[in-house]
């Protein structure tokens, strides 16, 4: 069974950075895309940012420039380096990771809260 476990939130003031972790059971290196997603309250969940087995980053034109996606494979994790945060950055993250190539994830964490206070 694959278990996703995020870590890093909390509340920061606007400006700052937050580091979200994400720790996979088992080798992450099954998964052909890893992602995360945010969901604000009384908004849809959005794709924040998505990195695929070869390392190609994709992100929501809101975050880019601020934010990084990166994996690492020999530790089971993913990160979600978060910088020049912003109270509208405030959310639930989750960890999601698909092993298709392309369509829905099939895996998502618990999340984690991010609370960006102005």
């Known amino acids: 069974q694959v278990q996703l476990v995020e870590s890093g939130g909390g509340l920061v003031q606007a400006g700052g950075s937050l580091r979200l972790s994400c720790a996979a059971s088992?080798?992450?290196?099954?998964?052909?895309?890893m992602g995360w997603y945010r969901q604000a309250p009384g908004k849809q969940r959005d794709l924040v940012a998505g990195?695929?087995?070869?390392?190609?980053?994709n992100y929501a034109d809101s975050v880019k420039g601020r934010f990084t996606i990166s994996r690492n494979n020999a530790a089971n994790t993913v990160y979600l380096q978060m910088n020049s945060l912003k109270p509208e950055d405030t959310a639930v993250y989750y960890c999601?990771?698909?092993?298709?190539?392309?369509?829905?994830?099939?895996?998502w964490g618990q999340g984690t809260q991010v609370t960006v206070s102005s």
């Open positions: 999601v990771a698909r092993r298709s190539w392309s369509g829905t994830y099939d895996y």
């Open positions: 088992g080798s992450i290196s099954r998964f052909n895309a």
């Open positions: 990195i695929s087995s070869g390392g190609s980053t």
